[in-house]
């Protein structure tokens, strides 16, 4: 969109501000370790409402700095208060380990989902961080979604055959682990399917 200056030369609209990468992952990383470490000190219910306010704050936070907040962390942290109000007010710590499972499941089952219907919505995932062609884009929409039902699947047993110490430090420290590990691995995927930046923008594709 542009706007008219009035002199006759449109001038573009100013860009909203991006979100640096490594605070993009200290905002996703930090409400983590906050549970992780409150939970080591405490209890799961102290680490549980320290999660949440934490969850709380990185979003605020990201607001501030980008005016807009993507849709994964924002549904995340909608799911982390509602199942970290049922633990607390329930004092049954069974709904805050089944938050993985239910956002990982809603994710995944979102993306194949949407392939179903020929629909690639990783783009609105990515919030247009990647630039591909639409066979780049169902391809990494099937991996992804592939991958977070995995994630549903790991968690749900972990959490009921292991003790909570462990489920806590696999969700720190093995979950976020394994997403960086798979999000490098895909990309020769995008490397492949990268879109000239300076090309038109394909319909097929999702954030077109």
Known sequence: MHKDTGSGDPTPAPARPQENPLVKLALEL??????????????????????????????????????????????????????????????????IKMKPTIVNTLFGGTLLGGLLFGKSLLGYVFDGAFKLDA?????????????FLVLAIANEAVWRTQSTAFWVAFKVWGIMPLTLLFSAAQLPLLTRHALDPDAPADPSAPDA
């Open 30 to 95: 930090g409400p983590l370790l906050v549970f992780f470490f409150a939970n080591s000190r405490y209890d799961i219910f102290v680490a549980t409402g320290a999660f949440m306010v934490a969850m709380v704050v990185a979003l605020a936070l990201s607001w501030m700095l980008t005016q807009r907040l993507a849709i994964m962390p924002l549904v995340t942290g909608v799911v982390v208060l509602i199942f970290g109000s049922l633990t607390l007010y329930l004092h049954d710590d069974t709904f």
């Open 135 to 147: 066979v780049g884009w169902q391809k990494l929409t099937l991996r992804w979604g592939l991958f």
